[in-house]
């Protein structure tokens, strides 16, 4: 089903992303650095909504491939193009461009960069004003979109509409009265394309890119680094993935993770445990722990999709998961009342593990907190369904003005 | 020196106590039983707000002693009177009557009553009204003030202006302007009496009065029950009522009332811990266990009070009491955060324990955490003095409008 209320979420046009990456193909943030980051949190999220809007699709995408690259299917390009036979592709080194004449807003193709591949697109807002939107190869350069060519092919997807807000061409406001028409696509310098396609949503596509962007790190990464900040997310994005493709690979990286829930954090692992009493899965593993609740629950929610999505299916990761969630809730049921402040929720408990002033949640976390606790009760019944809901409803009327009353 | 802040309170003119009791001269409150209750916290506070004035006293009372018992002293009493040698007293046993003459408030006596003793007091409020404050023996009747006949002898001692107060004679704010006169004193029934005074304050013996009901209670008292809920506060009256009266019985009740530290509360004793981690001193041992925190900082100050009086004089019961209040000092520089809601404290961690909504300290409890973090903290050095303080300042600052940061 669709996770939580994050198909309501829009990660990409969110203020502090600043671009989807032409590399990567998940958002690049620049809340924790100017200079742009890639932070799990914020790309799992982005895979979770695009999940959640893929769900609410009535039907496949509605696609217009320009170019499949297949015999007798080339397009009508501007340019010399050479086709490719055993890559289904077509070559080009010198500059090509095509007529799209479409609204629709994402774009996607097939890539095998050689050498400075540009790609622009032109494009009319409205009947007198055209932009021009560039997508350079490159790191440190001043380019409006960066990728590198260290993979020999990429599948490169592009929302149209994400990237003239990004690039402050246009208003998210007027972007809603407005329909860009996107004219022509032009390729620059050498390389290899094919599957170009325009299409109205590629939800999840852009999912996929998420989950391969965890694989990917996976790979590039020690054990500890993983997941980075975001190993809840992260299951939750493997084990959807796993589901829905079929993949084997994304079930492998989901179980080689789970480990690490069991590994203290001084370990590398994302395990702390409250007063020798309660297991804990950090977020932000730190020194002392910091018992982050939102992420802790996240944790649980990932745990328990990859135990009941692989069910029957991998039976020791699901039993492995299943204990780790169940060890989990029960630190749950019990802590969720010191994050109870008798007028809204706490974002942790460092105010106890490191003597600092209490962090109150801001009200966006404190509805997290609410949405969350009513997520893992919705899988759980009898007295400890009724605890995590009396506690959503408790803090559901904080938001309303409650306080808890004097002694 | 004096308890806290103590010497600004006037116990027993709040509002929810009933009166002081006639026979054990200490206050009898109706905050929990509407027919009145002998609490035991506020008897404590009753004492240790008497020996805080009194050492404010420039000098020793003010006394006029009518009738001192002795040879060749009795007094000019209006009707039969037989002075009684060895005890040093006189007999009555028909109506008689002293006239006084005197603004002073605080009458006390020596009583040894046989019938149906009945005291009756003529006050002239001004120079119209007239009022008679009667005592008479018995329990359940419809009496203004009641003494039981059980003890062979009491000292009686009554602060007659609040007798008024208490019996809805004057008010408050009247009794300020006022200054009653105490006309005659006269007593009915069978009995014997000495040493009847009139004084301007006795501070000290209503001090020692809370001191000798802690002692009656032990007595009466199994060893669970000895100080009731207000074990703090009892080490803190017995350990200042052994060091200014040098009487060991004091010094005996306060040693006898250590080991309950050590004992677990379900076993009758004080003592919980915190997740198998902290030592937790209750004020009401409850199952689970409340973690009320103004009653374990008070125990603490009364462990405290007793290791330091009687170091050097008794150094077995003095080492007891400091390991017990070291032990108790270590959780609450761990545990104190846990009852800082960002901006209030909370009462107690029954949140936690029992898992019911926090409950906030009213403001008067919260500034209650304050002047004991500071009182405690005086004694403390280095970091954990630091600790206590900057706490206690955060504490203060909610008081002004603080609020705790958000993540």
């Known amino acids: 089903g669709p996770f939580l209320f994050f198909g309501n979420f829009d990660v ?11 590399e990567e193909s998940v958002p690049v943030s620049f809340q924790w650095d100017k200079n742009g980051y890639l932070y799990p949190t914020q790309i799992a999220q982005y895979g979770l909504s695009h999940w959640s809007k893929s769900l609410r699709m009535s039907g496949p995408p509605n696609r217009t491939v320009y170019e499949s690259g297949l015999p007798g299917a ?24 095509l007529k799209l004449s479409s609204t629709k807003k994402i774009l996607f193709f097939d890539l095998w960069p050689s050498e400075n591949v540009t790609i622009s697109l032109s494009i009319l807002m409205n009947k007198t004003q055209r932009v021009h939107l560039v997508y350079t190869p490159g790191k440190g350069h001043t380019v409006i979109f960066t990728y590198s060519e260290e993979r020999s092919k990429m599948r490169f997807t592009r929302n149209i509409h994400n990237d003239l807000l990004k690039g402050g061409v246009i208003t998210q406001s007027k972007l809603k009265r407005a329909l860009p028409f996107i004219e022509r696509i032009k390729f620059s310098g050498v390389g290899c394309l094919s599957n170009l396609t325009l299409s109205n949503e590629e939800h999840y596509q852009m999912f996929l890119s998420a989950a391969d962007w965890f694989l990917r790190n996976q ?18 994005v493997l084990s959807r993935a796993y589901v829905s493709s079929g993949d ?26 409250f007063l020798d009493s309660y297991v804990w899965y950090e977020e932000y593993p730190t ?37 780790l969630y169940e060890d989990g809730l029960s630190s749950l049921l019990d802590m969720m009342y010191l994050f109870d402040v008798g007028y809204r929720s706490v974002y942790d408990l460092r105010h106890f593990s490191m003597k600092s ?15 969350l606790l009513y997520a893992l009760s919705s899988v759980q019944n009898g ?7 009396e506690i959503a409803e408790r803090w559901t009327n904080y938001m309303l003005g409650d306080y808890s009353e004097h002694n």
Not at 74 to 90: E, F, Q, Y
Not at 287 to 314: C, H, K, Q, R, W
Not at 383 to 389: A, E, F, P
């Open 12 to 22: 990409e046009s969110r203020s502090r992303v600043l671009c989807i990456s032409a």
């Open 74 to 97: 080339t397009a009508n390009w501007d340019g010399d193009t050479l086709r490719v036979d055993n890559l289904k592709c077509i070559h080009f080194d010198s500059d090509i461009s």
């Open 219 to 236: 790979d590039r990464n020690g054990a500890g680094m993983v997941f980075g900040m975001a190993q809840g997310h992260a299951l939750s």
């Open 248 to 273: 084997p690979k994304y079930l492998e990286a989901a179980s080689k993770a789970l480990p690490l829930f069991s590994l203290p954090s001084s370990k590398g692992g994302f395990k702390a445990v």
């Open 287 to 323: 020194n002392p722990p910091s018992f982050v609740l939102n992420g802790f629950m996240y944790s649980l929610l990932g745990l328990y999709d990859i135990s009941t999505l692989v069910a029957g299916e991998d039976d020791i990761t699901s039993s492995e998961a299943r204990g």
């Open 357 to 371: 002033p209490p962090k109150l949640a801001r009200w966006d976390y404190h509805s997290t907190h609410i949405n």
């Open 383 to 389: 007295s400890s369904q009724g605890q995590m809901i």
